[in-house]
């Protein structure tokens, strides 16, 4: 009786080798859904930014054509259309920021517009002359530039938009 006894203990014992098959994997499986999840993670941010670039270019083109309607008006809540300069990078920076509450998604302290179209969630906005501003951003994920130009009242070229 003892010895069928003991027979039954090793028998329904796992050895080593199997557990250490089993831990290997579970491991490889976890890294695969790792690699699945970051990559996941990268696509969503890369869509939000292109949604928050397409949000800039129309609330822009939104704002300057309240100028073309009523030179009396208000745009970005405090520019007026009446001025003699257009609003600068900075005052449409703090808008779409603090207004908007826009953020980059890869990094939610960081503001949304900046300089460097490379800086993943960044949406570059400059002006190339009197009225006329550039708004662009990189997909690393497509692997592409985006860019447009929107003409406000202060650009020679009002009545034109292009896109690139």
């Known amino acids: 009786m003892d010895k ?5 203990k090793t028998n329904k014992a796992f050895t080593l080798i199997e557990l250490l098959v089993v831990i290997a994997i579970l491991g490889i499986l976890s890294f695969g859904g790792i690699v699945a999840f ?3 993670l990268d696509t969503s941010r890369d869509k939000v930014t292109e949604e ?6 129309d609330t822009m083109n939104t704002e300057f ?3 073309k309607l009523d030179i009396s008006a208000r745009i970005f809540d405090s520019h007026s259309c009446g001025s003699s300069s257009s609003p600068s990078i900075n005052f449409l920076s703090n808008y779409f920021s603090n207004n908007l509450n826009m953020k980059n998604p890869y990094d ?5 517009i900046g300089s ?3 800086k993943k969630g960044t949406i570059a906005l400059s ?9 662009s951003y990189a997909s690393s994920q497509k692997k592409k530039k ?3 130009q929107i003409h406000s009242k202060w650009s020679s070229n009002y009545s034109k938009t292009n896109t690139t």
């Open 52 to 57: 928050n670039y397409n949000k800039i270019i």
């Open 65 to 67: 054509l309240k100028c």
């Open 116 to 118: 460097d179209v490379c």
């Open 38 to 40: 970051n990559n996941y």
């Open 108 to 112: 939610n302290k960081s503001s949304i």
């Open 127 to 135: 002006n190339t002359s009197t009225g006329l501003y550039n708004v």
């Open 146 to 148: 985006y860019s447009k």
């Open 4 to 8: 069928l006894l003991n027979q039954l």
